[in-house]
């Protein structure tokens, strides 16, 4: 069994800076990815920010410049430096892990719960 935990989502001001990280535990063989994805209001679910096990990262447009992915692996948790945020910014952020779960050995792919970030004024 995998879990995935987020935390650090919350209200801030247009232009602010948030913080979000996710940690992944339990029978984990070895993570080959993680990522953060966004579904707003009436929108489909896209990817934010990715990164793989070899440092490899991955960004969505209009988060180039402003969000940063980072991933301790000795703690299998990867975290968003959100900045500059933006009203459009605003969303349920979920995190995404790709792993190889230990019972099984396949590539299997565990999402969190969702944290909600809203920048309003």
């Known amino acids: 069994q995998v879990q995935v935990v987020e935390s650090g989502g919350g209200l801030v001001q247009p232009g602010g800076s948030l913080r979000l990280s996710c ?3 339990g029978n984990i063989f070895s993570i080959l990815a993680m990522g953060w994805y966004r579904q707003a209001l009436g929108k489909q679910r896209e990817l934010v920010a990715s990164i793989t096990s070899g440092g490899t990262t991955n960004y969505l447009d209009s988060v180039k410049g402003r969000f940063t992915i980072s991933r301790d692996t000795a703690k299998n948790t ?6 500059s945020l933006k009203p459009e910014d ?3 952020y979920y995190c995404n892990v790709d792993s190889l779960p230990i019972a099984t050995m396949r590539k299997t792919t565990y999402w969190g719960q969702g944290t909600q970030v809203t920048v309003s004024s």
Do not use: D, I, N, P
């Open 78 to 83: 990867v975290y968003l430096q959100m900045g």
């Open 23 to 25: 940690a992944a535990s």
């Open 90 to 92: 605003t969303a349920v």
